[in-house]
């Protein structure tokens, strides 16, 4: 076995930390298909979509927004930066995350790989059966 797997048992609510290594971890084991948009893609872990970020995505509730993608040439939705910083953002919302995990019970790799794959999915525009086919391979791969 050449893959190191890491085994997270939790006794307390996962921290940022601890989902980053876990995004991380399914970052660089992402379907070809996306792999090919990551080239400069950075990781963020927050907690909750902040204040503006809720008005700006008419959100109705914060805990329905698990990630987010922006364009490191993108200000803000629609407004392109005249000097690129080349990073692209995949911003992963923790508590959305712990929520699914608990009214889910399924494991949070899963959740988080899910989250992911539908996210950058989303922001390439494939359509929802290559996302949802890409999640279910993916996952199986992961076994």
Request: hydrophobic share 40%.
């Amino acid at each position: 076995m050449d893959q190191q797997r890491i085994i997270m048992n939790f006794t307390t609510a996962p921290s940022a930390d601890d989902i980053e290594v876990i995004a991380n971890e399914v970052l660089e084991t992402l379907p070809e298909e996306l792999l090919e948009f990551c080239d400069a893609l950075t990781l963020q872990i927050e907690d909750m979509p902040d204040e503006s970020l809720e008005i700006e995505l008419d959100l109705d509730d914060p805990y329905e927004l698990v990630a987010l993608y922006k364009s490191g040439k993108e200000l803000s939705p629609g407004v392109e930066s005249k000097v690129a910083n080349d990073d692209d953002l995949l911003i992963l919302f923790r508590r959305p995350i712990l929520d699914s995990w608990c009214e889910t019970g399924e494991e949070l790799s899963q959740i988080v790989r899910d989250a992911m794959i539908e996210e950058l999915g989303n922001n390439f525009e494939f359509s929802d059966d290559e996302i949802e086919e890409m999640s279910r391979r993916h996952y199986q791969g992961m076994l």
